[in-house]
């Protein structure tokens, strides 16, 4: 058998094959049996001129999430139980809350058509890119001083939400 680092554009590992018969290819860089088991050398760096391998560019952040984890990073409010999501999920479907919030009438149903229309795209997503600019103005909008302060996003809350690369339990 014959083993391979297969290396990607910038010569970095991105997988390796065990073959029958003799390669000849600039990406396909011959290894031991050993390294073939172990798979280390995925993400690793190989420098052709010293035949070496060393540490690969730290990946890219990830800017996609699920819509739960989404969701999950509105602040939690005051009353250390709801985010700010919660409550304006709320402020949709309770009006007594609403009008509790001195939000009724016309205020109340073009309040509530802003939040319906990010919500129903929110809805049908699986994951929510931090960088697509519908959801920078979603989550933007929900600065506007129009907005019942309870839920209101500050500036900087809104832009930790959008700014802040996805963890490994935020993403699919």
Known sequence: MFYYA????????????????????????AITEEQYTATSLIGQLYDASTQTWSAGPAPAPTWVITRNAFQN?????????????????LFLSDAGYAASLGVTGADLYSLRSLIITGNNRLSVARSIDLQ?????DYVN??????????FRLTT?????????PASPNEIL
């Open 6 to 29: 297969q290396l990607n554009s910038q010569n970095i590992c991105e997988g390796i094959s065990s073959l029958a018969d003799f390669v000849t290819q600039d990406n396909m860089i």
């Open 156 to 164: 900087a809350e809104a832009t930790t939400i959008l700014t802040t």
């Open 73 to 89: 990073r509105f602040p939690i409010t005051a009353n250390n139980v709801s985010t700010k999501y919660d409550l304006m999920t």
């Open 141 to 150: 909008m929900m600065t506007n001083a129009a907005f019942p302060e309870v």
């Open 132 to 136: 697509n600019q519908a959801t920078i």
